[in-house]
């Protein structure tokens, strides 16, 4: 790990230097635990916890890679307290991610919370093509946990950001924001990540007015890769997806809400 940044609200950015990292899809992710102790490998936590890959740097054929998360629990507090110097286990990149759209086609991203952190190179990527412009509606519960928003202020996309507390930006949720940009009329596709209920009244909206949609589902993983069957989310047509393996990333109308965890 070659750098730890506190950044207000609980977020945290790690810089991680990931010899022979391969490259990665937005939305793709990575499964990350505190590494040896005095050289010791910890149990403690016993399981990985999924991150978003937020972004990576190349200089040759060395790659730093970001991850921006919040200290939640036992797994991102110890990770919160890495230091600089200190080897930490990264599995990854995992997952489908996110298929970026093609030029000519009208993206809107939708994220709230740490789904933010799922977004950011989706966003980076729309915005280098050619076409419209695309927008990112950003949601918080206050101004002090929303993650990233200096990064996505440099990116050339149209930027609305709301927070609950009305600290920063309108007051209420992302979706008001959403209903808003969706009354327009214009033939968006829509990208979501974030809590459960935000994705699911996100994909509600989407279907309403007719916009296709995929979300990102930020399920408790414990493998990441297919192993522990601990990420299933219900589909619609019956049965079950991996999340890790299958997923994150899925269409709305694929996935069978009423019974999502
Ligand atoms: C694909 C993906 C990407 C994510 N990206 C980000 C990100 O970029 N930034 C960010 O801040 N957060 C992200 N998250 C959420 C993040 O993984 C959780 O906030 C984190 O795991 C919490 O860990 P904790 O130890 O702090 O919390 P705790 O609540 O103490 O522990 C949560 C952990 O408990 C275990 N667990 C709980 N329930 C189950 C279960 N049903 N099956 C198996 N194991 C279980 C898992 O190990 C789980 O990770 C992402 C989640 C996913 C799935
Ligand atoms: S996290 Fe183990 S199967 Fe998906």
């Known amino acids: 790990m070659l750098q730890l940044t506190h950044e207000g609200g609980g977020n945290q ?61 036992r797994g991102t507090a110890l990770l919160a307290d890495s230091l600089p110097g200190q080897r ?19 993206a809107l991203l939708v994220a709230g919370g740490t789904g933010v952190a799922s977004i950011r190179e989706l966003a980076a990527r729309c915005a280098e093509q050619a076409g419209p412009m695309p927008r990112v509606l950003l949601g918080a519960r206050s101004a002090v946990d929303l993650m990233g928003l200096s990064d996505f202020e440099t990116l050339e996309v149209s930027l609305g950001v709301s927070t609950e507390d009305g600290s920063l930006g309108r007051e209420g949720r992302v979706t008001d924001l959403l209903e808003d940009v969706l009354a327009k009329d214009e033939p968006f596709r829509v990208y979501c990540c974030g809590p459960t209920p935000m994705m699911r009244r996100v994909a509600e909206l989407a279907e309403a007015a007719g916009r296709p949609c995929v979300v990102s589902l930020e399920n408790p993983m414990a493998c990441g890769f ?36």
């Open 13 to 73: 950015r790690l810089v991680i230097r990931v010899p022979g990292w391969p490259g990665f899809d937005p939305g793709q992710f990575v499964m990350l635990s505190p590494g040896a102790l005095s050289g010791v490998m910890r149990s403690d936590p016993l399981l990985p916890r999924p991150m978003a890959v937020y972004r990576e740097t190349r200089s040759g054929d060395d790659c730093e890679i970001e991850i921006l998360f919040k200290r939640h629990g």
């Open 88 to 106: 930490l286990r990264l599995v990854g990149p995992l997952g489908r991610g996110f298929q970026v759209p093609g030029a000519g086609e009208q």
């Open 226 to 261: 297919g192993v522990c069957l601990g990420c299933a989310a219900p589909m619609r047509a019956g049965g079950y997806a991996l999340v890790c393996r299958e997923g994150p990333v899925f269409a709305a109308s694929d996935l069978s809400w009423e019974g999502m965890p």
